[in-house]
């Protein structure tokens, strides 16, 4: 059975900094690209950064270019996002997905004064 | 960026009776392979998202056979031929064609 779990959210300044992380397991992790989405609150979904089964390209929405990194360890079955000069809009639940058909239950990373 | 417009944004049903949404690209999403690059989702209440639709018109695993997906280039349909109250929530189209680049259309609420 796939699952992916998120963990790392939490409440931060505007201007901090968080890692996200999401533990894979039931599938050779290797073998796929993954991704983070997003949903802020009364906003829709929003796809945030993919990555490729080796780690060396990667995708950002134009919104967190600069701020955000993408990365995996695959001898962890591991992906992670590196989220600095975080923003009050960078609010929202941060999803875990594996090619757009499987997702993680999210973290949330709330950003206030 | 490819723009993704859904209709109609809110829609109510009746539990038993057929629902549809429309979901449109600002370009086509037909590959180079034949196949559409549009997914469908449903996220419901307190839950992650889950993939309806992939390709434009094939059904994920363990969707019920009520949900249906169909169209190309720039015109997309999800249709539930009878709709159950379990259904309700929020509905997405998104394009995977530019694998850089997902867009999501601004959702649909679905509400008995």
């Known amino acids: 059975e796939v699952q992916l779990v998120e963990s790392g959210g939490g409440l931060v300044q505007p201007g901090g900094s968080l890692r996200l992380s999401c533990a894979a397991s039931?599938?050779?992790?290797?073998?796929?690209?993954m991704s983070w989405f997003r949903r802020a609150p009364g906003k829709g979904l929003e796809w945030v950064a993919n990555i490729d089964q080796d780690g060396r390209t990667k995708y950002y929405v134009d919104s967190v270019k600069g701020r955000f990194t993408i990365s995996r360890d695959n001898a962890k079955n591991s992906l992670y996002l590196q989220i600095n000069s975080l923003r009050v809009d960078d609010t929202a639940v941060y999803y875990c997905?594996?090619?757009?058909?499987?997702w993680g239950l999210g973290t949330q990373v709330t950003v206030s004064a | 960026d490819i723009v993704m417009t859904q209709s109609p944004l809110s829609l109510p049903v009746t539990p038993g009776e057929p629902a549809s949404i429309s979901c449109r690209s600002s370009q086509s999403l037909l590959h180079d392979n034949g196949y559409n690059s549009l997914d469908w989702y449903l996220q419901k209440p307190g839950q992650s998202p889950q993939l309806l639709i992939f390709l434009a018109s094939n059904r994920a695993s363990g969707v019920p056979d009520r949900f249906s997906g169909s169209g190309s280039g720039t015109d997309f349909t999800l249709k539930i031929s009878r709709v159950e109250a379990e259904d309700v929530g929020l509905y997405y189209c998104?394009?995977?064609?530019?694998?850089?680049?997902?867009?999501f259309g601004q959702g649909t609420k679905l509400e008995i």
């Open positions: 997905v594996r090619d757009r058909h499987f």
């Open positions: 039931g599938f050779i992790f290797n073998n796929y690209w």
């Open positions: 998104m394009q995977s064609l530019q694998i850089g680049a997902y867009t």
